[in-house]
């Protein structure tokens, strides 16, 4: 391992002003037996608390013992550096002992306020209930759309069962055609006293006939839930005609809840007026329909 002396080279500009600032450039000139040095792969090798003390911008070789290493430095104060060494990938040679000081550019009278250079990302610290409130929140929404995914898929499901689609007729046309038949077979209508399983089975078909009607029109599975979830599906999907039909539509489902679950009280006097009653009712629902589907 080669050992070189050296002296400290100032510029004049620095040289007058007898200091030297961060970042400005001196020289150190060496002199001895120096290897074969590559070029490009030279660098000075320091302590790791050294680092930003000395930094090799250039280096030439001024004569076949001496060379010019052209130096800076990043830190402030007085540094004393010792076996500093210039390495490439195959040499080493040892600098002798350096001695210099390196001053501030700011002003000690007028300290700048603000850092120099860059500096990195500022950490941000948050508080624990911030993450766990998006989390939270994160949760909830993503709860909500499965509910509802569920609750469609459902429904979907429920409507197939109902097989709707069956029926190529349109759904007032398929109501009407189902009373006329349910008319015929019921004894009331041609004169005789029913039996009370006879009025039950009437009444069993005028409720089918109007939930399909309704389910057919709105998309909602009438035969398989109960009078508040589906007057909670109009609301919510059919809000125009909820407003309008809200109060018939829940009287209409009302009195045949009360009429299937009466057993042998319902007389057939009370299943006509059962009947009339939705009749007014889906014509009153298919005027509406041809006003607001045109």
């Known amino acids: 391992m080669a050992q070189v002396q050296c002296r400290m080279e100032i510029p004049k500009s620095a040289s007058e002003a007898k200091t030297l600032t961060v970042g400005q450039v001196f020289y150190l000139n060496c002199e001895g037996e120096w290897p074969a040095l590559q070029k490009?792969?030279?660098?000075?090798?320091?302590?790791?608390?050294?680092?930003?003390?000395?930094?090799?911008?250039?280096?030439?070789?001024?004569?076949?013992?001496?060379?010019?290493?052209?130096?800076?430095?990043?830190?402030?104060?007085?540094?004393?550096?010792?076996?500093?060494?210039?390495?490439?990938?195959?040499?080493?040679?040892?600098?002798?002992?350096?001695?210099?000081?390196?001053?501030?550019?700011?002003?000690?009278?007028?300290?700048?306020?603000?850092?120099?250079?860059?500096?990195?990302?500022?950490?941000?610290?948050?508080?624990l209930w911030f993450p766990l409130t998006v989390l939270l929140l994160f949760a909830i929404l993503l709860g909500v759309a499965v509910n509802r995914w569920r609750i469609r898929r459902e429904k979907r499901r429920l409507l197939l069962d109902m097989r709707l689609t069956e029926s190529a007729q349109e759904p007032i046309f398929q109501f009407y055609q189902t009373i006329r038949k349910q008319q015929r077979a019921y004894p009331a209508f041609s004169g005789h006293e029913p039996t009370p399983e006879e009025t039950q089975n009437f009444i069993a078909a005028l409720n089918e006939s109007y939930k399909i009607y309704l389910a057919r029109n709105f998309e909602v599975p009438t035969l398989k839930w109960s009078e508040r979830k589906i007057l909670s599906d109009l609301k919510k999907n059919h809000r125009a005609f909820y407003t309008e039909f809200r109060l018939e539509v829940r009287k209409a489902l009302a009195e045949l809840n009360r009429a299937l679950n009466s057993k042998t009280k319902m007389t057939a006097q009370d299943s006509q007026q059962l009947l009339n009653l939705l009749r007014r009712h889906v014509d009153h629902i298919q005027t509406w329909l041809k006003g607001h589907r045109k």
């Open 40 to 127: 490009k792969s030279l660098e000075l090798r320091l302590e790791e608390a050294d680092r930003y003390k000395l930094k090799l911008l250039d280096f030439e070789f001024t004569s076949k013992t001496e060379a010019q290493l052209k130096v800076t430095s990043y830190k402030v104060g007085q540094h004393q550096l010792k076996a500093v060494q210039l390495v490439d990938s195959e040499n080493s040679v040892v600098l002798s002992d350096l001695d210099f000081t390196i001053q501030s550019v700011m002003n000690p009278q007028q300290p700048v306020t603000e850092p120099f250079g860059p500096f990195g990302p500022l950490a941000l610290k948050l508080p």
